[in-house]
T-cell receptor, first 112, second 108 residues
Framework: DGGITQSPKYLFRKEGQNVTLSCEQN?????MYWYRQDPGQGLRLIYY???????QKGDIAEGYSVSREKKESFPLTVTSAQKNPTAFYLC???????????FGSGTRLTVV | AQRVTQPEKLLSVFKGAPVELKCNYS??????LFWYVQYSRQRLQLLLR??SRESIKGFTADLNKGETSFHLKKPFAQEEDSAMYYC??????????FGKGTSLLVTP
């Protein structure tokens, strides 16, 4: 059953700690994306990757980092430099950059 | 710079009434536009793309380049249409830029 999986569903982090959110897809999609969804803000782009070993910053990349070592995986690290990390994070993938996206079910990160 | 504006945060209509969700964009190039929908407790999913000119679940959207709009329409709303709707724009070589979304509530 093809799809995109995000884990964990819920994540709690203490202030000052880095945390990594997982995103895996078995759709053979080239492009992958990370968005942050806040109430009233819509989806804001954090990072995206169109091919393995390459990625670009989105509109709100500060305090985040990513890697794309495999086509199937695009983990997002929320670093301690991110001022307001509590949010809902969505990962997506697509065949190419201007095609429809398939979204994961999201990870809700709470800083405690 | 590209921007997507959805002027209504919340739109409430009665079942059977027509519905129009507004989307305006700003982009100097030739845009590709999308509507995504998120039903309660479900994943965000693609509803339609302007380039395919198709109708999904009775919804249609026409790209109006003169007015830079891509409004989503349905002639008769159903209760199951209640959801969050996002308009999104794709610029060449860049990721989708989403609007802030409109919450549609269809009441019986």
């Amino acid at each position: 059953d093809g799809g995109i999986t995000q884990s964990p569903k819920y994540l709690f982090r203490k202030e000052g700690q880095n945390v990594t959110l997982s995103c895996e897809q078995n759709l053979n999609h080239d492009a992958m994306y990370w968005y942050r969804q806040d109430p009233g803000q819509g989806l804001r782009l954090i990072y995206y990757s169109q091919i393995v070993n390459d990625f670009q910053k989105g509109d709100i990349a500060e305090g985040y980092s990513v890697s794309r070592e495999k086509k199937e995986s695009f983990p997002l690290t929320v670093t301690s430099a991110q001022k307001n990390p509590t949010a809902f994070y969505l990962c997506a993938s697509s065949i190419r950059d201007n095609y429809g996206y398939t979204f994961g079910s999201g990870t809700r990160l709470t800083v405690v | 710079a590209q921007r997507v504006t959805q002027p209504e945060k919340l739109l409430s209509v009665f079942k059977g009434a027509p519905v129009e969700l507004k989307c305006n964009y700003s982009y100097s190039g030739s845009p590709e536009l999308f509507w995504y929908v998120q039903y309660s407790r479900q994943r965000l999913q693609l509803l339609l793309r302007h380039i395919s000119r198709e109708s999904i679940k009775g919804f249609t959207a026409d790209l109006n380049k003169g007015e830079t709009s891509f409004h989503l329409k349905k002639p008769f709303a159903q209760e199951e249409d209640s959801a969050m709707y996002y308009c999104a724009l794709s610029a060449q070589g860049y990721a989708l830029n989403f609007g802030k979304g409109t919450s549609l509530l269809v009441t019986p």
